[in-house]
């Protein structure tokens, strides 16, 4: 069985700061793992997604992740943050057949 | 393209009513997922079809929710006798794959208030 831990529930930050929002895994196997953000009152859209390759991906808006197999992580990351980033990050790692793993979030606000 | 749509956005049930929730998902995507995110459980996953042919229910409480996909161009989540636990925001997303690679594209949800 998968499963997956955002360990950080809120994170608050400056506007300009950087950023890194964490994300374990525990898996049998390497997984699929994927970034999605949710802005208030909207649905999740993708911010990256790691198959294989180079461990670090590159998203939209500036956002970059680690894979580490060693650490089973994919921490998100940002060099520096806009107020308009004030969102929820959900880590998604998945294996196997259906995609259906979600973390439990973590909630970012920066401060202007 | 109009991405996936959900209707109604928001919706307010009496406890012991049902509700029915609307999605209409991507055109020419293959799977179709519905979640459930509340505060605590976070994001659930209920079901999913895949071709209109349903999947996996393996998330849906049993007694009173069901789903179905009459066509490829529109799902619906059913709640019989509605309870105050079933206060949510019920998200849709479809994909052009049911692949644990596949990215899903989310609508922006139905909020469910139960009275």
């Known amino acids: 069985a998968q499963s997956v831990t955002q360990p950080d529930a809120r994170v608050t930050v400056s506007e300009g700061a950087s950023l890194q929002l964490r994300c374990k895994y525990s898996?049998?196997?390497?997984?699929?793992l994927f970034w999605y953000v949710q802005y208030p009152r909207q649905g999740l859209q993708l911010l990256l997604k790691?198959?294989?390759?180079?461990?670090v991906v590159q998203g939209v808006n500036g956002f970059e992740a680690e894979f580490s197999k060693s650490n089973s992580s994919f921490h998100l990351r940002k060099a520096s943050v806009h107020w308009s980033d004030s969102a929820v990050y959900f880590c998604a790692p998945n294996t196997g057949y259906q995609n259906f793993y979600f973390g439990k979030g973590t909630s970012l606000t920066v401060i202007p | 393209n109009a991405g996936v749509i959900q209707t109604p956005r928001h919706k307010v049930t009496g406890k012991g009513q049902e509700a029915t929730l609307w999605c209409e998902p991507i055109s020419g995507h293959s799977a179709v997922f519905w979640y459930r995110q509340t505060i605590v459980q976070g994001l659930e996953f209920l079901t999913y079809?895949?071709?209109?042919?349903?999947?996996?229910d393996s998330g849906m409480p049993k007694e009173r929710f069901s789903a179905q996909m009459p066509n490829q161009s529109h799902s619906t989540l059913k709640i019989q006798s509605t309870q105050p636990q079933d206060s949510a925001v019920y998200l849709c997303?479809?994909?052009?794959?049911?692949?644990?690679?596949?990215?899903?594209?989310f609508g922006p949800g139905t909020r469910l208030t139960v009275l």
């Open positions: 079809f895949r071709n209109q042919a349903p999947i996996d």
């Open positions: 997303a479809s994909s052009p794959r049911d692949r644990s690679y596949a990215e899903q594209f």
């Open positions: 898996s049998s196997v390497t997984p699929y």
């Open positions: 790691y198959y294989s390759g180079d461990p």
